[in-house]
């Protein structure tokens, strides 16, 4: 059974900073590119962060560029988003998501809060 388990958000202060996991279980984690995404109340689904299946590739949306990392470890099946310089525009649920040619994963989300 395919799971994707996010943890690590909650509420934080205006340039404060946040590191989300995302375990992964039930298919080859190493054969999937992963990616956060974020939802913000009111708004669509954002593509923030991706990264290929071995970590040879990243690429980031404008807003989050300079202020967050995704990472990967293939042998803990995780990939982390650390979040810096947290901004109050930041507060979304992030999405872990996983894909692969015919293959199309989603996690739960976690809240983060940007808020003083």
């Known amino acids: 059974q395919v799971q994707l388990v996010e943890s690590g958000g909650g509420l934080v202060q205006p340039g404060g900073s946040l590191r989300l996991s995302c375990a992964a279980s039930?298919?080859?984690?190493?054969?999937?590119?992963m990616s956060w995404y974020r939802q913000a109340p009111g708004k669509e689904r954002e593509l923030v962060a991706r990264?290929?299946?071995?970590?040879?590739?990243?690429n980031y949306a404008d807003s989050v560029k300079g202020r967050f990392t995704i990472s990967r470890d293939n042998v803990k099946n995780t990939v982390y988003l650390q979040m810096n310089s947290l901004k109050p525009e930041d507060t979304a649920v992030y999405y872990c998501?996983?894909?692969?040619?015919?293959?199309?994963?989603w996690g739960k989300g976690t809240l983060v809060t940007v808020s003083s």
């Open positions: 039930g298919f080859t984690f190493s054969s999937y590119a």
């Open positions: 998501n996983a894909v692969a040619p015919g293959k199309d994963y």
């Open positions: 990264i290929t299946n071995l970590g040879g590739s990243t």
